[in-house]
C-alpha cells in the first residue's frame, strides 16, 4: 500500500484549476474568486492567501475535496489498462481518501509504485507533490516488504495492521478460504498521544478546582474520543484500558496536589460505585454522585460498522438505501431501529423519510400525562422538529384537561355552602353566586 501525504496540500491548491473545476459562472464564481484571494486575519495578524487556501479554515477540507477530486478516477483508468478483465481490475485497486488523506492498496507492488507516479504527475497538474518524506510504500502485514521495515500504516487517526494468526482466529475471504492474519484498526499512536495530552491540559488548568468541575470537563473529552473509536478494535487490544490507566496516574496527582499526599486523596477521590472500585467520583453519601467516564466502560462492545456504499451520498435522493441503512446502523438503539422499521423509515408527523443526519426522538403518542403506556404500541419515532410540535399540542390538551379538573373542584368547594360557581371558560372568569338569592331575587356575587 501507498501510504501518502501532500506536500503543503492546503497552501499550494491552485486557484485556477480549483475554479475551473468548479465549473460555475458569474456571480458566483466571482464570490468564490474574491474569497480565496481575500487573505486571513488571524489574531490580529493579516496573511495573504496569492495560493491556497486557508489552513484551519472552515471550508478549506472542500474545497481541497474539489480539487483533488477526480485522482480516483485517473488511478482507475490506469488499472483498466493491465492485463485482464476490466472488472476484476478495478475491483483489485484500493483507494480511500478523504480531504488530503489517502491510501492506495494493490496486492501487486509495482502496480502501486506505477500509481505513485501516475498521482505524482497528476498532482503537478494542480500545483501539488507528494511529500517524499513522509510517502511511504508499505505492507499490511510483512514488515520485511515494507519500505522502512514497519508493517500497517495510520489513516484518519486510526492504525491499521494485519497480525498472524491461527486457523481458529484468523480472518476468512468471501470464499471461506483462511487467510491466516487478521485486521486489526486501533487508535494510532498519535492519536492516542495527542488525547492524553489534551486530558493533561485539562486537568493541569483545574489544578485548584473542585473534582466536579475537573469531572465536567473531562467528561465530553473521554465521550468523544471514546464513541469516535467505538468501531475499532481498541478494545480488544487493551487501548481501552491503557488509556483510563494513563489518566489514572494524572488524576492521582492532581489529587496529591489537592491533599498534601497521595493516601488521603484516594480516600476523599476515589469511591466504589455499584462494585466498581477506583471510580473517580464526587463524594458517595450524595444521592448522585458526579463520576468520571471510563474509556473502556464507555464503548462495551465493538460493534462493526456498516459501509456506506462507494457511490452512495446522503444528496443522491435514494431515500429507501438511507432510511433502510439507518435501521443497521451499528449506533443505532435496537428499539429505534424496531420502530423505524414499523413506520417504514417515516415520520409520522410529517410523512418525510428519515435521513441520514436528521435527529430522531421517542415519542409517547397518548402523553404519559394523559395516561399513556409504555410500550411499542403507543410509541413512535419523530423528528426533532415535528417532536417539538407534537409537544406543543399535547402539552396544550393536558393543560385544557388540567383546567376542567380544577373547574369541577371549584364548584364542589362552593356547593358546600350553597353557592354556585357560574364559569365563563372563553373568558377565564369565573363567579360564585348564592343559591338562596335566586329565589328571592336577590344577587350576591
Ligand atoms: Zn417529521
Redesign the pocket.
Known amino acids: 500500500m501507498l501510504d501518502a501525504d501532500i506536500a503543503k496540500c492546503f497552501d499550494r491548491i491552485n486557484h485556477e484549476v480549483l475554479l475551473l473545476k468548479l465549473n460555475i459562472k458569474g456571480k458566483v464564481r466571482q464570490q468564490i474568486k474574491a474569497w480565496l484571494k481575500s487573505g486571513v486575519i488571524d489574531t490580529g495578524v493579516f496573511t495573504a492567501t496569492s495560493e491556497g487556501t486557508p489552513q484551519g479554515g472552515v471550508i478549506s477540507p472542500l474545497l481541497a475535496n474539489i480539487a483533488l477530486h477526480g485522482l480516483e478516477n485517473r488511478l482507475i483508468k490506469y488499472v483498466e489498462t493491465l492485463p485482464g478483465i476490466k472488472a476484476k481490475n478495478r475491483e483489485n485497486l484500493g483507494f480511500v481518501r478523504y480531504a488530503d488523506d489517502f491510501v492506495v492498496l494493490h496486492k501487486d507492488i509495482a502496480v502501486v509504485q506505477r500509481c505513485r507516479e501516475i498521482i505524482s504527475e497528476w498532482l503537478g497538474g494542480i500545483g501539488l507533490e507528494l511529500k517524499p518524506e513522509k510517502t511511504r510504500l508499505t505492507h499490511t502485514f510483512k514488515p520485511e516488504l515494507s519500505e522502512d521495515g514497519k508493517a500497517g500504516f495510520d489513516f484518519l487517526g486510526h492504525h491499521i495492521q494485519q497480525y498472524p494468526a491461527g486457523k481458529y482466529r484468523s480472518n476468512r475471504n468471501a470464499y471461506g478460504t483462511i487467510l491466516g492474519f487478521n485486521t486489526r484498526i486501533i487508535p494510532s499512536a498519535k492519536a492516542s498521544k495527542v488525547h492524553q495530552e489534551e486530558l493533561g491540559r485539562i486537568i493541569t488548568k483545574h489544578r485548584s478546582s473542585p473534582q466536579v468541575t475537573l469531572i465536567k470537563d473531562l467528561n465530553p473529552v473521554i465521550r468523544g474520543w471514546s464513541s469516535f473509536y467505538s468501531n475499532s478494535d481498541a478494545q480488544c487490544v487493551g487501548e481501552l484500558s491503557k488509556q483510563d490507566y494513563l489518566l489514572y496516574l494524572k488524576l492521582r496527582r492532581w489529587a496529591k496536589r489537592q491533599c498534601g499526599n497521595s493516601k488521603d486523596g484516594h480516600v476523599k477521590y476515589w469511591h466504589s460505585i455499584n462494585g466498581n472500585n477506583w471510580v473517580f467520583a464526587t463524594r458517595e453519601g450524595k444521592a448522585n454522585p458526579f463520576r468520571l467516564l471510563s474509556h473502556s466502560g464507555y464503548c462495551s462492545s465493538s460493534t462493526s460498522y456498516v459501509k456506506v456504499k462507494g457511490d452512495k451520498s446522503p444528496y443522491d435522493g435514494d431515500l429507501i438505501y438511507w432510511s433502510s441503512r439507518l435501521g443497521t446502523h451499528p449506533q443505532m438503539p435496537n428499539h429505534k431501529a424496531k420502530l423505524l422499521k414499523q413506520q417504514k423509515g417515516k415520520?409520522?408527523?410529517?410523512?418525510?423519510s428519515f435521513q441520514d443526519w436528521d435527529v430522531l426522538e421517542v415519542d409517547h403518542i397518548i402523553p404519559k400525562a394523559l395516561s399513556g403506556k409504555d410500550e411499542y404500541k403507543n410509541l413512535q419515532l419523530?423528528?426533532r422538529?415535528?417532536h417539538d410540535e407534537k409537544t406543543a399540542l399535547d402539552l396544550k390538551e393536558i393543560r385544557r384537561k388540567d383546567h376542567s379538573k380544577f373547574l369541577e373542584k371549584l364548584s364542589q368547594f362552593w356547593e358546600k355552602f350553597d353557592w354556585k360557581w357560574v364559569d365563563d371558560i372563553p373568558n377565564f372568569i369565573g363567579r360564585a353566586v348564592r343559591k338562596s338569592d335566586m329565589t328571592n331575587g336577590q344577587h350576591t356575587e
Not at 415520520?347 to 418525510?352: E, S, V
Request: charged share 0%.
Open positions: 415520520c409520522p408527523w410529517c410523512g418525510l419523530l423528528h422538529h415535528c
